[in-house]
């Protein structure tokens, strides 16, 4: 940790840091220049967030050196970390594409996007039970029975399922139906949620919120492992900027970016990253070339009538060529659709 | 609502959208272009949500003629509302000052806060239970201890208390202890707890998130509204913007929104909207000048030792210096600081 | 254009605007409604903009129903435009390579550099002359100087040579040593600088700006089109967002905007767009993978001794391995690195 | 500056940075931590630059100890600067109005907004002759011509007038006409112009980017200052966020970081800042009470016929009326508005 002190810090002020820094057990360091003080503290220097040195009226900014993620940083874990969603391995040679409908709407229709998502060559399948939206007055979706329909038409079809799980009071049931756990960007940074699933034993696929830089998702992660669930999956779905003709920014290097500092598995979900259906191909084909480990991608059986996101998700048969052109820039990546 | 049909839309398309407007009992209008075909729909568009017809293949897009929220707008509502916490209302001639520490750290620090708050004059007092930290290795609030704490000293300075409720499971036993509720940026849209809250007998203050527009916070107000609670104050407390000099960038001007748009009281919370000790005072000034209804500020009775915020914490005398210099701005906003 | 009037414009208001614009040409429309009255404006609507309705005190918003760029716009000119960089047309079957250091830093280096990013596969040469520099007391470039090198160096190789025009007063020398202007970021709206640029005769590279919004940059390069310089190439290299683990937030869904809604060739530079080294590859893909028709890259034959932007450049030994990497994906996209 | 090496850097490399500092005459500092290596170089870290450190392969990152910028700051000159605007002072006990139209339209319509302004007590007067617009279809000013009505109108109402310069070719007609140079926010960074202007003999009013940070503007600041220009005033006017609601966010806790940072006055532009009419007297009154040295006002005798920015002029009585509002803020802000 560096820590700059004020222009008119005193040596007296600068003795109280160094002296806290050493109780500590770091090695404190003294650096008195000509225009400003600087002190370092060498070590764990996570032990000194509890010296609250930020508040102090001497001390004028902190630049710590290491990050303040650890069970997740790569440094700490230098290998890829696979995560299992049901059958399916994320973080390893494949790239994973789970499809399927924003929102469960009934048994009937699930079944019909499941089957044409399944057809086209789609890993898993996706649907959300409990919908959070922006207005009160929108289908917020069916719930439990929702969870249940999903379970059952995965099974039928062979696809690991998951779905958002918005609140702590639904963790067991989304576990009990679901064999992964989304938290969505709304919810990245609900902490006492992010607890809870760090003590499930489902893997949690936790949405970028809206806000949050890449290291505030990494210490979202952080959250949940050091809770002891190693089970996550970092997902890239774009950003709130000034540019409105997507519904977000899609950051793309952020794959770079989570590659570089974590071992967790990292996928993109072009879907709500672009809320435009005629982008969401070439960002999934632009996600595998970014280095990406899978996609999560909007699917309905007749968007027109869906009863939510309809505007960013695909048809049918636009799901089945995006898989189809897919696949050679997943093997330009290295990497394999078939598992 | 306009709607604005995509540059090769055919008369078909255009007659099963006018159909379907119709249908829902608007007063559907066809308005065919040299380059667009364009389509109106007259009347509540709110029951248009329905008929999503911005994922329609032919739709370009959507351009709604009003505002999604109803029950907070003040179209349907023009007198401002008046917010009752405690004994202090909000909204109307009064300007309010809620003061207090980000944390209570116990019974004793908390007293001292709370003393210093009041004898300069602060109407309410501020402190946090249960606190949502980025990092999972931070001081992560007292809960239950802490809210009886906060109601206690409330209670023996005269003060009413708000506190900040993170979980669903946890809106009992704040609405037992505290005067309000505030809602944090991190779950402005936790829709779950706003519906919870909207059933709720205490009046909540919404704090604007990091990734909301002032339309988002209108929305999330809905949902507490339209469950009833009418008691809702609008908080502004800065959005994430590139400027790193600042913690957040508050937006002032979004107060001139939110009294535009909305019957709601707007207070601003110039400490997290600032993060820096030294800017938390201008922006108070500047809110008071800017229309607002009251002011959050964090006070800690030796910031140097908070566990939490300290950064931009003010020490009591600070505060005190605050409010002396506060009254002429409120006083020229024409507002007083009695009541 | 739609016309939203306020909720209290009265019918003489109304009748005021309905005839302003029946006299401009179009045809007005009347959509009285229950808390709003609409107002239509059918025809060119370009031609209102001389009627300011904007700043009518009776309007609360004007919608318009068409872009306000045209001779860029995909819908005058639904064919991909080519565009000759010297040599190598951008735009068509091929996915163009241009690579080279931020600045040209003399004759020597420049040619070592060139020759590296020849060998490797690139089709054309970057090189500042005229740097534009957030701090004065950084290098500023070699000028005229540096503009004769890189002719030279770029005829010795056989590649084509783009390089910043910054000023006005350099247009012509610029265009006499270059085959190609680059507008930087900052200069985006230069918009005298863009009108001289839309007098000249060789291409024009044409950067979003760092707050520009796709529809800003199509406005931008309407100046230059407008003025009759037809060969204009868009650059998507990023924009400022609050994400600071990279230099600016690539944003390579504007090439899907970009492609969606202008006939434009459309090229990403991942250098910019990320400032890190590591990022460069991987973002360089994607880019390919998005439809992207080509990308431009930094590459220093010793960035340890870069004078500017040394940190994003890549040694040249890093750009063979991007070009050799990058084979399989341009492919993917049904395009070619053979000229 | 401090250093901060890659995990992987060896001693070697350290030794090479190390030895690079001793020579640039700075103190070499050598940290080895079990985590990362940290090279401290004490002394004035400016000097390191030429170095290109950052550029350096065994290089995380830099954090530099001191500011980039060092004629502009306040540690290098603590008193406030006093910039004249023809014989109106800056920066001292006075708070400055500057009111007018966005454009000089003609003498007539100039001079009755004149008057308009000067009654209700403005200071000085704005009014643009090149205008930089969005669309090439758009209004572009008037040129030498509107230069020449600018000075006429202002000498008439003895008021000191200001206009914005948007191309190194026009500073010389600038400085003849009026008594200040305005540089807008899209030539923040038009590098070559600042450093005319640092030449020239006017003050120069340097107005925020809309994706400029408050240290990217005290550099721009620093072109002008350091080449030999001291009449610098800073101006904030909102920057580019996802909100959109206004025009702009005004970022008035910017205010505070100039005033803390710097030593030039500061001035607000409410009128760009947002966009809308009916907020700009709000924020006007905000400004003063953020600490603000004055405010720049769009003022038009006429809005509703205003050739550019009509939305947020003010009618006349409107800006009559914020004139009366504004004292009291101003007084309360230890201000006055009387020359």
Known sequence: MIIVLKPGASKLEADEILSKIDAKGLKPLYMPGSERTVIGALGDERLLGELHLESHPAVERLDPILAPYKAVSREMHPENSIVQFGNIPIGGNGFVVVGGPCAVEGYEKLSTSAKAVKEAGAHGLRGGAFKPRTSPYSFQGLGLEGLKILQQVGLENGMPVITEVVELADVDAVETYADAFQVGARNMQNFRLLTALGQANKPVFLKRGMAASVKDVLMAAEYIVSEGNQQVVLCERGIRTFESGTRNTLDLSAVCQFKALSHL?????????????????????????????????????????????????????????????????VEAAGRTLDF
Chains 1, 2, 3, 4 share one sequence.
């Open 265 to 329: 598995p990292v996928v993109v979900d072009p879907s709500h990253g672009t809320g435009v259906r005629e982008y969401v191909a070439p960002m999934a084909y632009a996600a595998a070339a970014a280095g990406a480990d899978g996609i999560l991608v909007e699917v309905h059986h007749n968007p027109k009538e869906a009863l939510s996101d309809g505007a960013q998700s695909l048809f049918p048969d636009q799901f089945a060529e995006l898989m189809q052109r897919l696949r050679p820039f």
